[in-house]
Nanobody, 128 residues
Framework: QVQLVESGGGLVQPGGSLTLSCATS????????MGWFRQAPGQGRKFVAG????????YYHDAVKGRFTISRDSAKNTVYLQMNSLKPEDTAVYCC?????????????????????WGQGTQVTVSS
């Protein structure tokens, strides 16, 4: 079992920045691919960013490429999502998730069904 707890959400003005954190209950990064997903009101959950196990290769949805950065700190068992140049359309509940191993399709398209463990989510609102 892997427990995930997100934090860092809040209200930010357009153009601003936020950093989300996802604390994991155990050492996961050698065994699990970690992902960030978001769900806006009335929409399904969508992949935002992922980081592969072991090598830590990163992947991003085109909508956030160049603005968001996913990273991890093995000493703290924590995954981060640094979000810059935020837009109103980034408003959503952001969740982190984990899946054992790595396949390219874990970080492409609509991979949410591949992930086994989910956090409770944290709200991000981008508004003036």
């Amino acid at each position: 079992q892997v427990q995930l707890v997100e934090s860092g959400g809040g209200l930010v003005q357009p153009g601003g920045s936020l950093t989300l954190s996802c604390a994991t209950s155990r050492r996961t990064f050698s065994s699990y691919t970690m992902g960030w997903f978001r769900q806006a009101p009335g929409q399904g959950r969508k992949f935002v960013a992922g980081i592969s196990r072991n090598t830590g290769t990163t992947y991003y949805h085109d909508a956030v490429k160049g603005r968001f950065t996913i990273s991890r700190d093995s000493a703290k068992n924590t995954v981060y999502l640094q979000m810059n140049s935020l837009k109103p359309e980034d408003t959503a509940v952001y969740c982190c998730a984990a899946v054992r191993g790595f396949q390219y399709y874990y970080c492409l398209g609509y991979p949410e069904k591949e992930y086994d463990y989910w956090g409770q989510g944290t709200q991000v609102t981008v508004s003036s």
